[in-house]
Nanobody
Framework: QLRPVESGGGVVQAGGSLRLSCEAS????????IAWFRQAPGKEREGVAY????????DYSDSVKGRFIISAPSDENAVYLQMNNLKPEDTGVYYC??????????????????WGQGIQVTVSS
């Protein structure tokens, strides 16, 4: 079973940058749409960005558009989330999720069936 594994979280000051990585051994990620979600304490899980490599599409939530970039280099079996100009409201647990079929993708959590354990991102003011 595909199990995404996140890495790259940590603590950063407002205005700084972090890059999150999502990998899954034994599976070719470019077949599956991949999304990043986040959940802040007391809030619902929010879709942040997704990439459909086979479909050639990406999208972002309004809250991160222009600051975050999702990518999947062709020579790596990984998906990255580059987070720039971080704000305290970006603090939360970030999850990598994979869909089970190439045509199901978006920012809704219901479209994804494989989830990582999550990784903490903390942005201090």
């Amino acid at each position: 079973q595909l199990r995404p594994v996140e890495s790259g979280g940590g603590v950063v000051q407002a205005g700084g940058s972090l890059r999150l990585s999502c990998e899954a051994s034994g599976f070719t990620l470019d077949y599956y749409p991949i999304a990043w979600f986040r959940q802040a304490p007391g809030k619902e899980r929010e879709g942040v960005a997704y990439i459909s490599i086979s479909g050639g599409t990406t999208d972002y939530s309004d809250s991160v558009k222009g600051r975050f970039i999702i990518s999947a280099p062709s020579d790596e079996n990984a998906v990255y989330l580059q987070m720039n100009n971080l704000k305290p409201e970006d603090t939360g647990v970030y999850y990598c999720a994979a869909s089970s079929v190439p045509w199901r993708f978006g920012l809704e959590s219901s479209k994804y069936v494989y989830w990582g354990q999550g990784i903490q991102v903390t942005v201090s003011s």
